[in-house]
């Protein structure tokens, strides 16, 4: 044998030695170890309650006892169980591993449900008082977990308000999630009830207010009263119509609900109810003027007087019919600024009120003048061509002697320089313009007559410096003359001349002309500075925001007012444009052209109701621009005054009046008083 066969059988033999037991007994068996032993439990542990969402791992597992020592722990810790008492796996587990055997068992686990949170609460719709909250509608809400928002009690029918109503938030999974309770603020309204039946009111007397009416009946679908909205509202003469509320009982969820039901209101007397227009200009000496009278308790046959006389003999009223219309003739005899006022009666009847309609003449400047060096007042009378006068110390007499009138003057001027008077009769459409110059005097005084040649008719004249000028619209000239009548002539203009005003501050004498109508290459009126007597330009400014007359009379032929005045210490003229109620304005105009000053608006002063004239004050440095207005609502015959703020343009008005019957058509001030005039009559401002 060699050596490495006898090393190989070593190995084999070792090999077989350590492999297969060896040993005695040949089998290669040896002892066995005991088997373990399995504990007994004669109590499982008690398991601590989790939310749903937790583990296992988060519930504490008490008590619990075996027969060996060793400890008890889920058998999955990591397990998350539905909510409610699911039983899961407990493993005990031995100190003694070696010895003894795991148990496994298990136990109840309280799961408890989650909460969720409602991040926001849903909006309700708005509901009616009576509708259930099932009717409001909710929209929009946020919760940490998906889920539906419902009202908790939906057929709640609340009150009317905000109140603030339960609401369910109710989870999706409900087996591991609570309902989530809340409130929301639902708005209900108040319910108009419904008036089926409005109840009837009494009749009443004219003079009498609502609160003597006695309304009776009236049906509504819940229990209320009704009364009168304005029960001191004393109702015009006829059939009105006047607010009746209906007030609920219940007025927490109920709506007051107002209604309108005619009132007879009886008169003692025919009442004028409605007088239009009320009032109209003219520019020539025969005008046309169109009215409609509404008359409350009027019948056919009553008879409808002029009561100031100017159109004698009583008109008839036709029909049944409560509005009837009318025109009046406006000529020479009765062409000047007028109240006209009318009443009706039954025949043989009272008159009833009276309404008066304002005649404004041409409106293109006052018929009244103050003489700036003796103070002395004259007043046109337009109707009868005469000139009255009236001193400081309250002596008055006539221009003209009753029986001697070289012409019929319906505008008068006085220079600041002479004191001479200049009165013009304006010409009509057989006769041309007549000019005539007197001393204060008047008649005894005379100092010259002029024909102004090339004029047809002269809307405005004024005096200033030894100058006059006029403006005559229907030729589109303006003329100048000395205050002697001499170096008369005319100058050509483009636009119509309307309103003249002039000033003398001693070194020039200017004269401004308000050109009413297709002066501006667009047509709008604009304002021109002349230096008299070369008539030369000074300046001009366009009223942009004044429509021209033109476009005013295409559709209303008796309105327009338009008319110009200027002072003497302040460089500014005042320009007044009315057409109605709603549009009466005053512009402020400068009229500094020294160096590279320009004539320009500076201030437009809107003025309500019916402004008609203009009137200076100067008194040492101070100055007011006055204004003669009307009202636009009723038909009083009361002449107001307001007042202008050169400085700022703010306006006051109901400075003061003129007595009743004076329409102020004459309007001028003096440095001290302020005076209306009409026909003869002259009265100081009532302040």
Not at 146 to 151: I, K, V
């Amino acid at each position: 044998m060699t050596c490495k066969t006898a090393l190989a059988l070593f190995l084999l033999g070792s090999l077989c030695t350590a492999g297969c037991g060896g040993g005695s007994g040949g089998g290669g068996g040896g002892t066995q170890p005991p088997a373990k032993t399995t504990p007994t439990i004669s109590a499982w542990p008690t398991a601590s309650a989790i939310t749903y969402g937790q583990t296992l791992a988060s519930s504490t597992l008490t008590g619990g006892s075996a027969s060996v020592s060793g400890t008890f722990a889920w058998t999955t810790p990591s397990t998350a169980p539905s909510a409610g008492a699911p039983s899961e796996s407990v493993t005990f587990t031995p100190a003694d591993t070696t010895d003894y055997n795991t148990v496994a068992g298990s136990v109840a686990v309280t799961v408890n449900k989650v909460t969720p949170t409602v991040s926001t609460w849903p909006t309700a719709s708005a509901i009616a008082y009576g509708q259930t909250l099932a009717s409001s509608t909710l929209t929009g809400g946020s919760a940490s977990v998906s889920g539906t928002f419902a009202w908790t009690t939906p057929s709640t029918a609340p009150s009317a308000g905000t109140p603030s109503e339960s609401m369910t938030f109710a989870p999706a999974d409900t087996i591991d999630y609570n309902a989530v309770a809340g409130s929301v603020a639902v708005t209900v309204n108040k319910v108009a009830p419904t008036v089926s039946v409005w109840p009837t009111a009494g009749a009443i007397a004219s003079g009498q207010a609502l609160s003597a009416s006695t309304l009776t009946g009236g049906t509504a679908s819940v229990p209320g009263t009704f009364a009168w909205v304005s029960p001191t509202t004393v109702p015009a003469v006829g059939t009105d119509s006047e607010n009746v509320a209906f007030t609920p009982t219940d007025t927490a969820d109920y709506q007051v609900v107002i209604g309108s039901i005619a009132v007879v209101v009886n008169p003692t007397t025919p009442q004028v109810t409605a007088f239009t227009p009320r009032y109209a200009v003219a520019d020539d000496t025969i005008a046309v003027v169109n009215h409609a009278i509404t008359c409350a308790g009027c019948v056919q046959g009553d008879l409808i007087h002029d009561a100031t006389g100017i159109f004698p003999g009583d008109l008839t009223w036709p029909s049944s019919s409560a509005t009837q219309t009318f025109f009046d003739l406006w000529q020479q005899g009765n062409f000047q600024p007028t109240w006209d006022t009318v009443e009706i009666q039954h025949p043989s009847g009272a008159y009833g009120n009276q309404w008066s309609f304002a005649f404004l003449g041409s409106a293109s400047q006052s018929t009244f003048a103050i003489s700036p060096t003796t103070g002395r007042l004259f007043q046109v009378q337009q109707a009868n061509g005469q000139i009255y006068w009236q001193d400081t110390n309250g002596a008055t007499g006539l221009f003209y002697p009753s029986n001697v009138n070289d012409s019929s003057p319906t505008l008068a001027a006085v220079d600041d320089t002479t004191g001479n008077v200049v009165s013009a009769d304006t010409g009509t459409s057989t006769s041309v313009p007549q000019i005539a110059v007197n001393g204060q005097a008047g008649w005894t005084s005379p100092v010259c007559r002029l024909a102004p040649t090339g004029i047809s008719f002269i809307s405005s004249i004024a005096a200033r410096g030894g100058y006059m000028v006029g403006a005559a619209p229907l030729d589109n000239k303006i003329f100048v003359a000395k205050m002697d009548c001499s170096g008369y002539k005319t100058i050509s203009v483009a636009g119509q001349p309307w309103s003249v005003a002039m000033t003398n501050n001693g070194t020039e004498t200017d004269a401004y002309v308000l050109f009413r109508d297709a002066w501006a290459a667009d047509g709008h009126p604009g304002v021109v500075k002349f230096v008299a007597p070369a008539m030369t330009v000074a300046g001009s400014v366009e009223l942009a925001n004044v429509p021209s007359v033109s476009s005013i009379r295409a559709t209303a032929p008796q309105e327009g007012v338009y008319q110009l005045v200027a002072f003497t210490n302040t460089p500014v003229v005042a320009v007044l444009f009315m057409s109605g109620s709603t549009d009466g304005k005053v512009l402020l105009v400068s009229t500094n052209t020294s160096g590279a000053n320009v004539m320009k608006v500076t201030q437009t002063t809107p003025v309500t109701e019916l402004p008609f004239a203009l009137a200076t004050q100067e008194t040492g440095s101070a100055s007011t621009l006055w204004v003669a207005y009307i009202k636009a609502a009723g038909g009083d015959n009361v002449t107001y005054a307001g007042t202008v703020n050169l400085a700022t343009g703010n306006y006051a008005s109901d400075i003061g009046t003129f007595p009743a019957g004076i329409l102020a058509g004459g309007f001028a001030a003096s440095a001290t008083q302020v005076y209306g005039a009409q026909g003869s009559t002259i009265a100081p401002l009532q302040q």
